[in-house]
């Protein structure tokens, strides 16, 4: 066998070998950067017992309140200038979340939630996320 044969029997060993490497790198951040509710420490990340997974495309927000609109639901406008002015931020469908167990502070509707890489915020579009583990 010569070594150009050789050469061409590894190359696509060794580029499945990269792929694999590459996959399973950090994953890049789903929050926009400018939002201004990153954690410092992993402490809300380990006080949660609640695992979720958007089902939709959502928005964590350091306070909803200003988002709603008159119907209730959230107002778009209201919506980007918070995310532009880093009080919001939307997530894609299927970003994993954590919640520290409901109660009265943290209600089931509008749950503090923190993502794997620390951003956290109350989900100001409930109704959005499957329960995955309690």
Known sequence: ????RIRRSIAPAGALLLLAAC??????????????????????????????????????????????GPGGGLDPAAVDRAVAAGAAARLPEGVTLYTPPYSAANSRAQPF??????????????????????
């Open 1 to 4: 066998m010569t070594w150009a």
């Open 23 to 68: 996959a399973n790198g950090p994953s890049p951040s789903h929050v926009a950067p400018g939002y201004r509710g990153k954690l410092p420490d992993d402490t809300m990340v380990e006080a949660s017992t609640t695992e979720l997974v958007t089902t939709a495309p959502v928005v964590i927000a350091l306070d909803c309140r200003p988002l709603s």
């Open 113 to 134: 939630v923190v993502t794997d890489d620390k951003y956290a915020g109350r989900l100001c579009t409930g109704g959005s996320v499957k329960v995955l583990h309690t």
